[in-house]
């Protein structure tokens, strides 16, 4: 079993294969074109996106710079927004629902390298997917651990760190990431009744 086959079955493997150095290099580069182009130049910059992601769900939009390992462990839906900085570290997939929206500085970390210092040193890590649901809301500057699960329609906090699964329809935030509250019927403020979303929030 090559490393790369180890890696995406969650098993321990040597992040320094030269398979692996390759696709991260051929990701590198793409992102340097990307993160170099002007935002006008949307249909290039979603391009890019296009041979980099897994999958991507049409009305995406990803401020520059923006930073991945791979990109093809990336898979985003409809009405993707990432605002600069944020950096997804795809050595296991990740998942991102539709009508996502993510505040700056935002990072995404799928490998947990090994305990022991001998095994970390030698390059030894192992993954575990992250999931993010539709409609969910993350603030800046959070971080999200390898495991991660985010349900439907909740909020994290600005600066966050989330170590454990977050339900559906809640409001969490610290660190480490705890639910405040449920979002309930009381928290609407009836401006969308019969209104588009905004496609493009900035």
Known sequence: MSEKDKMLNQEYYISCDNELTEERERAKDLLFEFNHMKPSQRYERNQIIQKLFHSVGENAWIESPFNCDYGYNITVGDNFYTNTNCTILDCAKVTIGNNVWIGPNVSLYTPNHAIDAIERIAGYERTL???????VWIGGSVTIVPGVTIGDN?????????TKDIPANVIAAGVPCKVIRSITEKDKIGLTTNKQSNKNPQ
């Open 154 to 162: 909740s909020i994290i906090g600005a600066g966050s760190v989330v």
């Open 129 to 135: 997917p992250i999931n993010i649901s539709d409609n």
